[in-house]
């Protein structure tokens, strides 16, 4: 059974910094692409960043280009950096399907709630 | 920049009644790459048809997708109580921006 669990949400001011990992499990990690979904409070979801299987092609939406820096071992993470108050969601770690099309999500993690806020 | 606009907002139905879920592109795309998730409250979304059509695994054959170019469609043949949600259409693919619509409810009239 896949599991995703992500971590090291919390409460970070602006222009803080904040690194989310997602362990992954049951199946072979290597080989899929893995996503960063997010959700604001109340509102719909926004993809945030895809990495490739082997780590050697990365793609973030527009809203955190340059702030963002998805990574991958045996875990997955995103590093945040200069954190807005718009950045406040709930963060999901997805994986795709073994269709070989980036960007369709068959497993999800349950979420880590990262609240930017002075 | 591609955006997918779904209506209505919310659809209010009782049990048993057929549902019509609407995504509109503004920009024709290839239909393989549409896809729809569900999503209830407190929980991650599920995904239920790709390829504009096709089901995932383990979705009942009362959920199904159609449509090309700009214009796709997801149908609740009949509304059972857990299918009361929140359904969002999604771009993904050939393309490295992977957009969502913003979400159609239905809820419980």
């Known amino acids: 059974e896949v599991q995703l669990l992500e971590s090291g949400g919390g409460l970070v001011q602006p222009g803080g910094s904040l690194r989310l990992s997602c362990a992954a499990s049951?199946?072979?990690?290597?080989?899929?692409?893995m996503s960063w979904v997010r959700q604001a409070p109340g509102r719909g979801l926004e993809w945030v960043s895809t990495?490739?299987?082997?780590?050697g092609a990365t793609y973030y939406a527009d809203s955190v280009k340059g702030r963002f820096t998805i990574s991958r071992d045996s875990s997955l993470y995103l590093q945040m950096t200069s954190l807005r108050a718009e950045d406040t969601a709930v963060y999901y770690c997805?994986?795709?399907?073994?269709?070989?099309?980036?960007?369709?999500?068959?497993?999800w993690g349950q979420g880590t709630l990262v609240t930017v806020s002075s | 920049e591609m955006v997918l606009t779904q209506s209505p907002g919310a659809l209010s139905l009782s049990p048993g009644d057929r549902a019509t879920l609407s995504c509109r592109a503004s920009?024709?795309?290839?239909?393989?790459?549409l896809a729809w998730y569900q999503q209830k409250p407190g929980q991650a979304p599920r995904l239920l048809i790709y390829?504009?059509?096709n089901r995932a695994t383990g979705i009942p054959d009362r959920f199904s997708g159609s449509g090309s170019g700009t214009d796709f469609i997801l149908t609740i043949s009949r509304l059972e109580p857990e299918d009361f949600a929140v359904y969002y259409c999604?771009?993904?693919?050939?393309?490295?921006?992977?957009?969502f619509g913003g979400g159609t409810k239905v809820e419980i009239k």
């Open positions: 990495i490739a299987g082997s780590g």
């Open positions: 920009q024709n795309f290839y239909s393989r790459y």
């Open positions: 049951g199946f072979t990690f290597s080989s899929y692409a």
């Open positions: 997805a994986k795709d399907t073994s269709f070989g099309d980036f960007g369709l999500f068959d497993s």
């Open positions: 999604q771009r993904y693919g050939s393309s490295p921006t992977f957009t």
């Open positions: 390829g504009a059509s």
